[in-house]
C-alpha cells in the first residue's frame, strides 16, 4: 500500500521506494542474463561483472501495484537500463527527499533549524525533473515538495522575527572557519582557551592536551552545528554526550566520577561558548542590503540560502554566475572579508528597512548588468520567494558563458578603485532601484546613470 503523507500531524512511517507504484515497470517483461555458472542475474547486458550471457531468463511484471510487488530474480544484480532504471533513480530520490523532510521536521519540533535539508531542490539531474512532475509520480513528489516549502516558511517567519538567532549563525560559521589559518583566527583561538580555561578550574587534562582536545572535534563539531540551525543548548548537549561516552569506554575503575565530571565541564565550556558568540552578535546588530555570490562567499551555502529568504531578495543565475542581493545579519560583514578569494560580497546599504522589497532587489540587479556593460544578463534575473524554487536552471548559451566568466573573473572588491565590483560601482543601480526606475542599456556616448 502507498504511504502518502499525512497532513493531520500523524506519524507516518518512513516512505520506501517499494511504496512507490510500478510505472513503467508495470506489464513489462524483464529480461535478465547471467553467465554459464553464475549465480547473480544482470538486468543491465551490458554490465561489466558480466563476463558472457550464457544464460538466460525473462520475468513478466504485473499490470498494477507498487515497485516492491516486482517479480525480481533472487540476487540481481544491476538494473535494467533505460526508462526503467531511470524511474527506480526518480523513485529512489523521492524516497530520499521525503525521508530527509522527515528528518529535518524532527530537528524542527525540537527548536533546531533543518538548514542543510532547506538547501536541497526535489529533482536532481538529467529528466528526473519531468519524471517526478509527470504520474504516477507528480502525485507524491507534489505534496513532498509542499511539505518542504511548509518547512522552509516556517523556518523564514522564525528567523525573521528572531535575527539574533541569524545572527548567532552567521558568527558560528564565521568563528568555525577561524579554525585554518587566517586574519581571524584569533577569535577562534579564544574559543579554544575558554574551554580550556574550564578543564582547568575543574582540575581535567587529557593526554593529548587540552587544546588539542578542544580543537580536534568538540569546538569543530560545536560550531558547524550552530552554524547548522542547532541551539546552542542542543549543541552543547551533544557536546556533552559525546565527550561523556568517550570518558566512559577509556575509564579505569577507580575513576568512576569522571566520566560525569567530564560531562558537567563541557556543558560549563558550551555555555561559555554561548555567552562568547551571544556577546559577539550584540556587537553587530541589525541587517544589511548585500550582493554576494552564492558560492564562495565566505559563509556556508545552505545557511545563506535560508538567510536570503527571510527578507527581501533577487538573483542573478547563469552559467558561472551566481549572484544574489539579499537583506543578511549585519555579521555577513565578516564573512564576506574573510574569504579566501578577494571579497565575499559587497556591502549595499546598511539597515535598508522597508524601502527595500523584491522589486528593489530584481530592479537593482537589472540596473547592475546594464550598468556594467552586460545588457545580456538581465534577462537572468529573478525576483525571489519565501517558498522554494522548483523552476530548472537555464542552459546557457555560448555567449552567456563568456560574458558570466567575464563577469564572475571580475570578482567583488570592498575597495573603490580597483577592477573588482565594489558598492561604489553598485551605487548608480542601487540608488535607480530605490527610486524604482530602470538604467537603460548603455549607449556608446553614455556608459551609466542614462535613465529611460
Ligand atoms: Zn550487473
Redesign the pocket.
Known sequence: MLKLVTDDGNPRSALSVEDLPLGPWAGTMLRVWATKTGT?W???PD????KSRARSDEFAQRSSGTLGDRILPEGL??DPPGTLTDYLNAARHLVYYANETDEAERKRARGDLPISALGRHLGAFGNMDELLAEEPLASISGPEHNRRSRLAEDVNRYLSADSERACVMVLADWVRRGRTPRGHQRHYDRFVEAAVTVFNAAGLTSNIGMHYAVNRDALPEWLESVAGGSTCESATQAVADQEFAHAQRGRRADESDIPKLVRETWLSAGARWQLMLESMALAHPGTVLALFKRHGSGLDTDLLDVLARTGPWATLKIAHLDWTVAELPTACRLSFASNDDGSGGVILLEEPGYQVTHETCELFLRNLAHSLGYPDLTQHVRRGTAALDRTPRTKATDREYELSLAVQRRGFSSYPGGAGISADTCRPALLAALEGDQLARPSAGRKRRSRT
Open positions: 547473480r544482470h538486468a543491465d554490465c561489466p561483472s558480466l544484480h544491476c
